[in-house]
């Protein structure tokens, strides 16, 4: 038992690492060169919370499919989510072999740094469940999915933190060290090393808060092993609620057990009692860790002694005097039901999965305001950037200090509106690890404070290129849905204004026309400014036609203050495509004149030229 037990743990092992590098790979990929069949079948799409918050985003249930198979696995095999699927608990894996490994090298065994890491990493002891907290932060999870606050999901959901370190960390560093080593050896005359496009860095301050969640998560697990994941986070709560009810469950063999104690240092889940011979199941996440290692082959898996008292009414003799013997040793009656299944409590939770599932057909419309949404922040109004700042009804209430008022902050094509990208935006950063134009960053103040760490688009680094479609395929929540190349050009995020006393044109006399000549719709039409001798050419914008895509503003020139800039809007429209009746200069066209009446006088130069 003990081999087979070996080898499934392997294979355990080769399945995690398996997914974890397939969901990592979009955060690695700095050259955006997937193949189009990897977001086809998108591998965020099988995580467990962000499956959950598309189903109830789209009102599908297939969206959820992710959600619905692991519960159902939990009432049947346990958290094995947890230990195969879930990337944040494998990175603890790592970080936990990572932290282990001088312990375990020859060479390092017997230094300072071997025997510090093998005596205080690596070897744990079983820890009472602390239910208080489990439960409360699964209380703020529920809440928040139910009122419409899905981004506070960001901040104790697994994913969006392993996003939040991988989009943060990873992903700039790499780029930024390919960039590097690209220009060192473009120095010498080597040019085999392809520059990141675009701005791949991140704030100081994104980088510093994903590094202190590393930090953090990364001193727990090397002194707690999975400690995040049993107090923390909703997931493991949530999956641990049916992992009582499972099918099969891990338990002692009595005759064979001499309490060595070696499968309680072994678990990372803290949840083996060898002293008592019991184990929590809510807490365990079946990495197998205890009956790989067990020496005596003393721990194996069983049918769940309660499911025949479920079916029968009766309990097996076996099961009934295991169950009896268990439950003399152990001192926490906390733990009877891991024996076998309550007829009150099964019903309960099944009737809570019954409620989440029928609250997928609510739409995202009508889940509730984001926080921060308020009024009152229309502020800055004098800038000394000459006149006032038209500021649309519809234009979105989110700006940056400092910048002119009219530029309001716009929500990504496919979002629909600043409300609903707000509301079910988890701050993952998949959507700014796979931007090809690098303008999607990790959010300071700019969506106020809640909204810290959610993407907003930054103009100043790039525009939004129509032919992309990388982060509404990437988006594992569907907060930016999928629009096709012809859908996007006709979707209205925000509409370019233009200030005619910041212009080259008026302030300098100089021609531009940077702005009109990267409009992907045509809605910057450049019109005579001033006598036509002077042939000076100043931007008209047709904000019906336009898209507010950014490449006018990101191509203005003029600096502090761009001359045009894109006006968000809270809601998303459609634009109208636009036709040469549209157009606001037609010039005259001259009379044409017949060849006699222009003809050349007469010469005797046969070289008139």
């Known amino acids: 038992?003990?081999?087979?037990?070996?080898?499934?743990?392997?294979?355990?092992?080769?399945?995690?690492?398996?997914?974890?590098?397939?969901?990592?790979?979009?955060?690695?990929?700095?050259?955006?060169?997937?193949?189009?069949?990897?977001?086809?079948?998108?591998?965020?799409?099988?995580?467990?919370?962000?499956?959950?918050?598309?189903?109830?985003?789209?009102?599908?249930?297939?969206?959820?499919?992710?959600?619905?198979?692991?519960?159902?696995?939990?009432?049947i095999f346990g958290r094995i989510y947890c230990s195969f699927f879930c990337p944040f608990g494998i990175l603890m894996d790592i970080i936990r072999r990572i932290g282990l490994s001088p312990s375990k090298i020859s060479f390092l065994k017997k230094t300072s740094l071997g025997k510090f890491c093998a005596k205080n990493f690596g070897k744990y002891k079983y820890v009472r469940a602390r239910n208080f907290i489990r439960y409360f932060f699964l209380g703020i999870a529920i809440l928040a999915i139910a009122f419409g606050y899905?981004?506070?999901?960001?901040?104790?959901d697994p994913y969006p933190l392993y996003g939040k370190i991988?989009?943060?960390?990873?992903?700039?560093?790499?780029?930024?060290?390919?960039?590097?080593?690209?220009?060192?050896?473009?120095?010498?005359?080597?040019?085999?090393?392809?520059?990141?496009?675009?701005?791949?860095?991140?704030?100081?301050?994104?980088?510093?808060?994903?590094?202190?969640?590393?930090?953090?998560?990364?001193?727990?697990?090397?002194?707690?092993?999975?400690?995040?994941?049993?107090?923390?986070?909703?997931?493991?709560?949530?999956?641990?609620?049916?992992?009582?009810?499972?099918?099969f469950?891990?338990?002692?063999?009595?005759?064979?057990?001499?309490?060595?104690?070696?499968?309680?240092?072994?678990?990372?889940?803290?949840?083996v009692d060898a002293k008592n011979k019991n184990i929590d199941f809510s807490k365990c996440v079946m990495c197998l860790n205890c009956a790989a290692q067990c020496p005596k082959g003393a721990i194996y898996l069983r049918l769940n002694p309660g499911i025949k008292k479920l079916f029968s009414g009766k309990k097996s003799e076996s099961a009934s005097a295991g169950a009896s013997a268990d439950l003399k040793k152990s001192p926490f009656p906390l733990h009877r039901e891991?024996?076998?299944?309550?007829?009150?409590?099964?019903?309960?939770?099944?009737?809570?999965?019954?409620g989440i599932l029928c609250s997928a057909a609510k739409k995202d419309a009508g889940i509730g305001k984001g926080l921060g949404m308020g009024k009152?922040?229309?502020?800055?109004?004098?800038?000394?950037?000459?006149?006032?700042?038209?500021?649309?009804?519809?234009?979105?209430?989110?700006?940056?200090?400092?910048?002119?008022?009219?530029?309001?902050?716009?929500?990504?094509?496919?979002?629909?509106?600043i409300e609903s990208?707000?509301?079910?935006?988890?701050?993952?950063?998949?959507?700014?690890?796979?931007?090809?134009?690098?303008?999607?960053?990790?959010?300071?103040?700019?969506?106020?404070?809640?909204?810290?760490?959610?993407?907003?688009?930054?103009?100043?680094?790039?525009?939004?290129?129509?032919?992309?479609?990388?982060?509404?395929?990437?988006?594992?929540?569907g907060a930016i849905k999928f629009l096709t190349s012809k859908e996007k050009l006709l979707v209205k995020i925000g509409t370019a204004k233009f200030k005619k006393s910041l212009c080259v044109v008026k302030t300098d006399g100089t021609d531009c026309a940077a702005c009109a000549e990267h409009c992907p719709v045509q809605a910057i039409e450049m019109i005579p400014f001033g006598k036509l001798e002077n042939s000076l050419y100043i931007p008209y914008v047709h904000e019906d036609v336009c898209i507010g895509c950014g490449a006018c503003e990101y191509i203005c020139p003029v600096t502090p203050h761009k001359a045009i800039v894109v006006q968000g809007l809270k809601v998303h429209k459609k634009a109208v495509v636009f036709n040469e009746s549209m157009r606001i200069y037609k010039p005259k066209e001259k009379k044409k004149t017949t060849p006699t009446q222009n003809a050349p006088a007469p010469s005797d130069n046969p070289f008139p030229f």
């Not at 294979?11 to 690492?17: E, K, P, Q, S």
């Not at 899905?150 to 104790?156: D, E």
């Not at 469950?249 to 949840?271: L, M, P, Q, T, Y």
């Not at 800038?383 to 530029?407: H, M, Q, T, V």
């Open 376 to 417: 009152g922040k229309m502020r800055n109004a004098g800038l000394g950037i000459g006149g006032n700042c038209k500021i649309d009804e519809d234009a979105s209430p989110y700006f940056i200090e400092g910048e002119r008022p009219d530029k309001r902050l716009a929500s990504p094509p496919g979002s629909g509106s």
């Open 150 to 156: 899905k981004h506070l999901l960001g901040f104790i």
């Open 1 to 75: 038992m003990n081999k087979i037990f070996r080898i499934l743990k392997k294979f355990r092992v080769l399945i995690a690492l398996a997914i974890f590098f397939a969901i990592s790979a979009q955060f690695l990929d700095i050259y955006h060169s997937l193949p189009k069949p990897y977001y086809m079948y998108n591998p965020t799409a099988t995580l467990y919370a962000p499956s959950l918050s598309k189903m109830l985003a789209m009102g599908s249930l297939a969206a959820g499919s992710a959600f619905i198979t692991f519960t159902i696995c939990a009432l």
């Open 249 to 271: 469950k891990i338990a002692f063999d009595n005759s064979k057990c001499v309490s060595c104690g070696i499968c309680e240092r072994n678990c990372k889940a803290e949840c």
């Open 421 to 477: 990208f707000l509301n079910l935006c988890t701050g993952c950063q998949i959507c700014t690890a796979a931007c090809k134009s690098q303008i999607l960053k990790p959010s300071l103040s700019e969506w106020g404070l809640s909204g810290f760490m959610q993407p907003f688009m930054d103009f100043s680094q790039g525009f939004c290129l129509h032919t992309c479609h990388a982060c509404t395929k990437a988006c594992p929540t």
């Open 338 to 354: 891991n024996l076998g299944i309550s007829r009150r409590t099964l019903p309960a939770a099944i009737l809570a999965l019954g």
């Open 166 to 247: 991988m989009g943060c960390i990873v992903t700039p560093l790499l780029a930024e060290s390919v960039n590097t080593i690209g220009l060192a050896l473009s120095n010498i005359g080597v040019y085999s090393i392809k520059p990141v496009d675009g701005n791949p860095a991140v704030a100081l301050y994104a980088f510093g808060f994903a590094l202190l969640i590393l930090a953090a998560i990364s001193l727990a697990t090397l002194l707690r092993g999975r400690l995040y994941c049993n107090t923390i986070c909703p997931v493991g709560a949530f999956l641990g609620v049916f992992s009582r009810f499972s099918i």
